[in-house]
Nanobody, 121 residues
Framework: QVQLVESGGGLVQPGGSLRLSCAAS????????MRWFRQAPGKERELVAA???????NYLDSVKGRFTISRDNAKNTVYLQMNSLKPEDTAVYYC???????????????WGQGTQVTVSS
């Protein structure tokens, strides 16, 4: 069974930084794209950042220049470095990955459990 486990969320003051991690484990053949989404109360889930298997990245306009997505393929892990945090960044952050499972064979999206990020003074 494949699973994604997130860590790194918490409470931070405006202007502060957090680093989120999401590690995939289980019967993994390969991982294609990895992504971070977020969802604030009363709002739709939105894509924050995405990274391909070869390192190409895309970002939500409101986080460009502040957030950086990266991955360590040897560890099956994706990271989101968040700097200059603002109150409007407050949300539950979810990692997502397109994963080929080795046994039984399958290809589908997997989701992390979500981690709370709160930016407040």
């Amino acid at each position: 069974q494949v699973q994604l486990v997130e860590s790194g969320g918490g409470l931070v003051q405006p202007g502060g930084s957090l680093r989120l991690s999401c590690a995939a484990s289980g019967s993994i053949a390969s991982i294609n794209a990895m992504r971070w989404f977020r969802q604030a109360p009363g709002k739709e889930r939105e894509l924050v950042a995405a990274i391909t298997s070869v390192g190409s990245t895309n970002y939500l306009d409101s986080v460009k220049g502040r957030f950086t997505i990266s991955r360590d393929n040897a560890k099956n892990t994706v990271y989101l470095q968040m700097n200059s945090l603002k109150p409007e960044d407050t949300a539950v952050y979810y990692c997502n990955a397109n994963i080929y499972s080795s046994f039984p064979y399958s290809f589908r999206d997997y989701w992390g459990q979500g981690t709370q990020v709160t930016v407040s003074s």
